[in-house]
Each structure stands twice: as C-alpha cells, then as structure tokens.
C-alpha cells in the first residue's frame, strides 16, 4: 500500500522533472530536422515532443528529411536519446521506406537500450544500413505501456551517387 501511495507523488516528480529538461534542451516544440554534409560525410539529427500520451504497445516514429537529390545514403552510426515519462523501451530500429510505402524496405534495429523505462533512455550503435535515392529514413522507437515525453536521434554516414 506504502508503494502504491508513493506511485503517483513520483510519477508527477518525473514529469516535472522532464519538462524542466526539455525546456532547458530546446524552445522548439513539435518536430525539428538538421542535416550537414561535407566531402561526401552526413549527417542529419531528428527530434520530436510531440509523441504525447502512449497508449501500451505503440511506437513514436521520427521522419528524417530527404536526401540530397541523386544521392544514397550508408548510415554507419546511429544514436537516440529517449525521455521516458512510463513504460518501458521494447526496441529502437532505424527504418527504410519507398517514397509511397508504408511498410519499411529494411529495418535495423539498434542495441543495446541503456535505461529502458521511466526517465533517459539511449540507443547508440555503429551500423550499416543502406537508404537509396527517393527513399524515406525513419527512427521507430516502439513502447510497452508508456509515455513518452521526448525523442532525438542522429544518423551519420555516407553520401555516394547512385
């Protein structure tokens, strides 16, 4: 019973404390992209707060901006930053899609997850994941019974002609 009383004081203790956080990160809110290239180096970082109230089992997916017309991408390293305000991380995946699907032409999924539920959570790996021409990239970071407050994540690879 003890527990239960102290559930929702820390609950709310947690939210205060990752909408401090956020407002300290960014006075953005909603969706936000940047990307940079130099001497054939990417690299491009996506952040959302606009995940709002999860319901168990669901995902927040972050879109990436486009490619440079005429250009593939080999996304070598990948890392995101989740603030977890319940629930737990289930997986993150880096997402390939055509330029209509809805359905990802290739999926990798980036491990570990260091934290896993309420609070910080990261997911940083080297990968190769392959994006060409016209596709669309996504980071899909899936949840079980949770809210999530905040996602960010940032892909760094190579630029090559088709």
């Known amino acids: 019973d003890r527990i239960r009383e102290q559930e929702g004081p820390m609950r709310t203790i947690i939210k205060m404390a990752l909408a401090i956080a956020a407002a300290l990160w960014t006075a953005h809110s909603g969706a936000m992209a940047a990307q940079a290239s130099a001497n054939g180096r990417y690299q491009q970082f996506v952040k959302t707060t606009t995940c709002g109230q999860q319901a168990p089992d669901t995902a ?29 991380v289930r997986y993150v995946a880096l997402e390939s899609y055509t330029a209509t ?15 896993g539920g309420a609070g910080f959570n ?3 790996a080297a990968v190769t994941h392959v994006v060409t021409a016209g596709q669309k990239l996504k980071a899909n970071v899936n949840v079980t019974g949770g809210e999530i407050f905040s996602v960010e994540c940032s892909v760094v690879g190579d630029l090559l002609a088709p």
């Not at 486009?66 to 995101?80: E, F, R, T, Y």
């Not at 699907?101 to 934290?115: H, L």
């Open 60 to 88: 927040c997916t972050l879109t990436f901006s486009a490619l440079p017309a005429g250009k593939n991408l080999i996304v070598s390293q990948v890392s995101c930053f989740m603030a977890m305000i319940s629930g737990t």
């Open 101 to 115: 699907g809805a359905t990802p032409v290739a999926r990798t999924f980036i491990t570990p997850v260091t934290g």
């Open 122 to 124: 990261t997911a940083t």
